[in-house]
T-cell receptor
């Protein structure tokens, strides 16, 4: 299989604090990982693409200084929401691309529900 | 900007009915994936189609990729309450790693 985990599954924090979300590929090496944000009853919105050992590529409108992404190894990527505000409350989902498949298949983590008070 | 349009956006049916979800684009994709997502969870990959005209079956689910690789459909036969969820199509292109997601179809199957 291709299992991706996320931690934590839920987090509640105070406004102004930072929150780190981890994404791990458990049984495969992920050359590329992706971070998405999902609003209630909506589809996925790509925030950034990260490749191991290089800087993340952010989508238009996503603040790279606010959403820090580190892809330190082939099995771990982290998203840090800095100085969180209530409008950052959302469902954040990571995915990982296995190997160099030309089929662009992505395997998703279970998501992290962030609530900023 | 490539765009994938899914229809219908919402669908509420009775158990046992059949349904079809459509995913359309003006762009050609090298591959197309269908995912199913339940509330509070991440999307789960159902199938990948890569060849124009390809048809794949997964129990009561039938997936088809259009001949021109611009559109796809998902047909569910004899829907069950367990089929309830958000269905997402996503297209990939050879030029990059990214997937373009459709807007999703929210399906509710009532017992």
């Amino acid at each position: 299989g291709a299992v991706v985990s996320q931690h934590p599954s839920r987090v509640i924090c105070k406004s102004g604090t930072s929150v780190k979300i981890e994404c791990r590929s458990l049984d495969f090496q992920a050359t590329t990982m992706f971070w998405y944000r999902q609003f209630p009853k909506k589809s996925l919105m790509l925030m950034a693409t990260s490749n191991e050992g290089s800087k993340a590529t952010y989508e238009q409108g996503v603040e790279k200084d606010k959403f820090l992404i580190n892809h330190a190894s082939l099995t771990l990527s982290t998203l840090t929401v800095t100085s969180a505000h209530p409008e950052d409350s959302s469902f954040y989902i990571c995915s990982a691309r296995r190997g160099r498949s030309s089929y662009n298949e992505q395997f998703f983590g279970p998501g992290t529900r962030l609530t900023v008070l | 900007t490539q765009l994938l349009e899914q229809s219908p956006q919402f669908l509420s049916i009775q158990e046992g009915e059949n349904l079809t979800v459509y995913c359309n684009s003006s762009s050609v994709f090298s591959s197309l994936q269908w995912y199913r997502q339940e509330p509070g969870e991440g999307p789960v990959l159902l199938v990948t189609v890569v060849t124009g005209g390809e048809v794949k079956k997964l129990k009561r689910l039938t997936f088809q990729f259009g001949d021109a690789r611009k559109d796809s459909s998902l047909h569910i036969t004899a829907a069950q309450p367990g089929d309830t969820g958000l269905y997402l199509c996503a297209g990939g292109r050879n030029a990059g790693n990214m997937l373009t997601f459709g807007g999703g179809t929210r399906l509710m199957v009532k017992p």
